[in-house]
């Protein structure tokens, strides 16, 4: 092969495997072998069989050639000579005048086999990874579709569990008005029976009126919290986040009274708004509350006490939720915040309180929740960047 031979050999080497995408990349060679070796026609077929070429250059000259779909041939059809190349992935094929370097170009052409192959590899390879690129990222779409449908569920679910516990407060909150109302009318029932006609003693009688209506009023307020507390909010709104602490506490004091709990509030968070869904926070600190009172139940602890702290740091809110009542154990310590995790198999726990509470910190609250045991206890921290109202604005 002289020197001629070998810059063309050079040029055509080079022109393989220039990109990655199938077509661009036998345009080049194609090309390139037409121009470099002075091919009256150089085509690319994408298939054995195929009878028009996927790229080519030059004019095709009407021979009928018997292929070899296995080795690279050459033949002579009237005054041409065709060189075919099967290769892993269709076939190439060359057409010369008659020329001296014939053979020279043929042995080539051959050799360059394994190269083109290579790059024909190549392409399809990153087409099919592009594929599966697209198809993971599908798949992908769907599980996190399917995870957030799952979560909706479980919020419709725990929703329902919290109406049970609070169904419970409200048992608790009614019981002494009630006890209360019927004393009173008992009473009066009873002066109305020992009492002459016209005896009876007015003033004591609209005493005990008055009495009753309070206690009515009281039953009808409590009934208006608990209903507050369920509706439902569609859009985000200013809360103060003294009043969400406030409205936790006042839901569940009857119940913390009853046991003989004690509970301190801290507070220096007077004046700071969350711009949030109105009930949300109440709710992580009620299931916060409740899991504290729970968690007494199985105690004998003599100064049983709950405090409730709440400060600015930096631009966060910091609530810390702190029990005496003997802490988490360290094997259930990781796990309390995964959904349907309960230790409270006779109290029928349902193991959403903390999930639940969990997403709403996270997901409508842009915060963070977590938990450590401290001086004999368990203390819950929610930590809320606070925005301003542009910025809120921006987040709905
Ligand atoms: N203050 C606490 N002290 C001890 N254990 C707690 C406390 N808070 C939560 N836990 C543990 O976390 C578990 C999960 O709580 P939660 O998600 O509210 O579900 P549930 O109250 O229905 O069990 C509880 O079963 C309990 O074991
Ligand atoms: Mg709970």
């Given at each position: ?9 050079y ?8 990109s ?25 077929y994408?298939?054995?069989d195929s ?5 080519s ?12 779909y ?34 020279d ?8 086999k ?13 087409k099919e ?13 769907q ?7 799952h979560?909706?569920?479980l ?8 109406m ?31 009492s ?17 209506n ?59 708004l969350?711009?949030?869904y ?9 299931n ?41 154990k ?5 796990k ?22 969990k ?8 915060g ?7 001086d ?11 925005k ?9």
């Open positions: 092969m002289n020197d001629k031979y070998l810059a063309i050999s040029e055509c080497l080079s022109s393989i495997g220039n990655f995408e199938l077509e661009s990349m036998m345009a080049e060679v194609v090309i390139t072998f037409y121009q470099s070796t002075k091919a009256v026609f150089v085509g690319f994408e298939s054995i009878i028009l070429p996927t790229v250059a030059g004019k095709d000259e009407d021979n009928e050639i018997k292929m070899s296995y080795e690279c041939f050459m033949a002579k059809s009237k005054n041409f000579y065709i060189i075919v190349l099967p290769l892993k992935m269709g076939y190439m094929k060359f057409v010369y005048n008659e020329n001296k370097h014939i053979e170009t043929y042995n080539m052409i051959c050799n360059f394994k190269k083109i192959n290579f790059a024909l590899s190549a392409c399809v390879g990153v990874l592009e594929k599966l690129n697209d198809e993971l990222e599908d798949r992908v779409k599980s996190v579709e399917k995870i957030r449908e979560e909706k569920m919020i419709v679910q725990s929703k329902s569990a919290i049970g516990e609070m169904l419970e407060m409200i048992a608790h909150q009614w019981r002494q008005p009630i006890t209360s109302i019927g004393m009173i009318s008992n009473n009066m029932l009873f002066n109305i029976i020992i002459e006609e016209n005896e009876l003693d007015k003033e004591l009688f609209k005493n005990e009126l008055e009495d009753i309070k206690q009515i009023k009281y039953l009808s307020h409590t009934i208006d919290d608990f209903r507050n507390f369920f509706k439902e909010s569609k859009s985000k709104e200013e809360v103060f986040v003294n009043d969400a602490i406030d409205k936790s506490v006042a839901l569940l004091k009857k119940q913390l009274e009853q046991n003989s709990i004690t509970l301190e509030i801290k507070s220096t968070c007077g004046e700071i969350l711009y949030t109105k009930n949300e926070l109440t709710q992580v600190l009620l916060i509350l409740n899991n504290s009172k729970d968690a007494f139940d199985t105690q004998d602890i003599k100064d049983k006490k709950i405090t409730v702290e709440c400060m600015q740091e930096n631009q966060n809110i910091v609530i810390n939720l702190k029990d005496n009542a003997g802490g988490i360290d094997d259930v310590l990781s309390i915040f995964e959904p349907y995790f309960s230790t409270k198999k006779q109290k029928n726990g349902t193991g959403l309180g903390l999930y639940m509470s997403i709403i910190i996270n997901r409508h609250l842009e963070e929740i977590f938990v450590k045991n401290v004999n206890g368990a203390m819950f921290t929610i930590k809320i960047p606070i301003t109202k542009e910025e809120n604005k921006l987040n709905v």
